[in-house]
T-cell receptor
Framework: GAGVSQTPSNKVTEKGKYVELRCDPISGHTALYWYRQSLGQGPEFLIYFQGTGAADDSGLPNDRFFAVRPEGSVSTLKIQRTERGDSAVYLC?????????????FGPGTRLTVT | AQSVTQLGSHVSVSEGALVLLRCNYSSSVPPYLFWYVQYPNQGLQLLLK??????LVKGINGFEAEFKKSETSFHLTKPSAHMSDAAEYFCAVSLVTGGGNKLTFGTGTQLKVEL
């Protein structure tokens, strides 16, 4: 079956612009996670959705970052007033449910470059 | 807070030699531990996980890891390296909050396999 997909695969934007990154999870997966991977680092947790609600957004770095999952499937990560430090690969993962016994399946990521 | 430390950002082995990638964790509660592999331009793939059952965990592609509480370690091994094992490997510990499985990753180890 289809895995987790993310669009676009690459996004170049100018400092100060607004961007949206999309994640399509595996069908039927209720849990969805966003991570950010900076160059030379491991992924860092941003936000976790269970269904439509954000159950844990403790990893969002500041109020420029926001994410939604209005119908409990597709999620969009939104970044306002982008800064050069936002440049990273943004990874999305989904799992059947939220517990540790459920494997997280990762998408290929969106590489964001802020110039 | 939970964290993982991966010793050695780059490891090089000969084809057919033992692979040993080191991971030490810090956790205030019994941890769940994971190893992921990342091939270029691909998403993270789960190799194996420890969730408090058997301390020796077998994963895909011939990899295994042993949970050693006394050493707070979860090192990844493979008896005989193959060229296709060249990739980046991440150790992760999970914190189950709000029903979710938030992963905290190490900084990764790049494995190179030489003829």
């Amino acid at each position: 079956g289809a895995g987790v997909s993310q669009t676009p695969s690459n996004k170049v934007t100018e400092k100060g612009k607004y961007v949206e990154l999309r994640c399509d999870p595996i069908s039927g997966h209720t849990a969805l996670y966003w991570y950010r991977q900076s160059l030379g680092q491991g992924p860092e947790f941003l936000i976790y959705f269970q269904g439509t609600g954000a159950a844990d957004d403790s990893g969002l770095p500041n109020d420029r970052f926001f994410a939604v999952r209005p119908e409990g499937s597709v999620s969009t990560l939104k970044i306002q007033r982008t800064e050069r430090g936002d440049s990273a690969v943004y990874l999305c993962a989904s799992s059947f449910k939220g517990g540790a016994s459920y494997e997280q399946y990762f998408g290929p990521g969106t590489r964001l470059t802020v110039t | 807070a939970q964290s993982v430390t991966q010793l050695g950002s780059h490891v090089s082995v000969s084809e057919g030699a033992l692979v040993l990638l080191r991971c030490n964790y810090s956790s205030s509660v019994p941890p769940y531990l994971f190893w992921y592999v990342q091939y270029p331009n691909q998403g993270l793939q789960l190799l194996l996980k420890y969730t408090s059952a058997a301390t020796l965990v077998k994963g895909i592609n011939g990899f295994e890891a042993e949970f050693k509480k006394s050493e707070t370690s979860f090192h990844l091994t493979k008896p005989s390296a193959h060229m296709s094992d060249a990739a980046e490997y991440f150790c992760a510990v999970s914190l189950v909050t709000g029903g979710g499985n938030k992963l905290t990753f190490g900084t990764g180890t790049q494995l190179k396999v030489e003829l």
